[in-house]
């Protein structure tokens, strides 16, 4: 009765469920969000589904389009975009809070 079991330390969680907020929370508030893919090409619009591997986007006057996650460079909010485009979405905007994600 003298030795110990040593419980072994639970794996941290490998999804942490803030990517699932973030898209909900703009899908709910219909944000106007910009998309930039990994060929610098630019989406706008609303994210109106998302799921594992895509988001669909909701767009004004053009065919909504599904996007795989794998070519998203980053996304934004729309009206945050204060820097004039591009950038390597690793920078925060000035207001403090984090506003850029990277699936």
């Given at each position: 009765?003298?030795?110990?079991?040593?419980?072994k330390?639970?794996?941290?969680?490998?999804?942490?469920?803030?990517?699932?907020?973030?898209?909900?929370?703009?899908?709910?508030?219909?944000?106007?969000?910009?998309?930039?893919?990994?060929?610098?090409?630019?989406?706008?619009?609303?994210?109106?589904?998302?799921?594992?591997?895509c988001?669909?986007?909701?767009?004004?006057?053009e065919?909504?389009?599904?996007?795989?996650?794998?070519?998203?460079?980053?996304?934004?909010?729309?009206?945050?975009?204060?820097?004039?485009?591009?950038?390597?979405?690793?920078?925060?905007?000035?207001?403090?809070?984090?506003e850029?994600?990277?699936?």
């Open positions: 009765m003298g030795t110990r079991m040593q419980r330390k639970p794996a941290p969680p490998e999804q942490t469920s803030a990517e699932n907020f973030y898209y909900l929370k703009q899908m709910q508030a219909r944000t106007p969000m910009v998309v930039v893919l990994n060929g610098d090409e630019v989406i706008r619009g609303v994210i109106e589904w998302y799921d594992k591997n988001i669909k986007v909701h767009r004004a006057n065919p909504n389009l599904l996007i795989m996650k794998s070519a998203i460079r980053y996304i934004y909010k729309e009206n945050e975009n204060k820097h004039g485009g591009g950038g390597d979405g690793n920078r925060l905007p000035d207001n403090g809070q984090d850029f994600i990277q699936p």
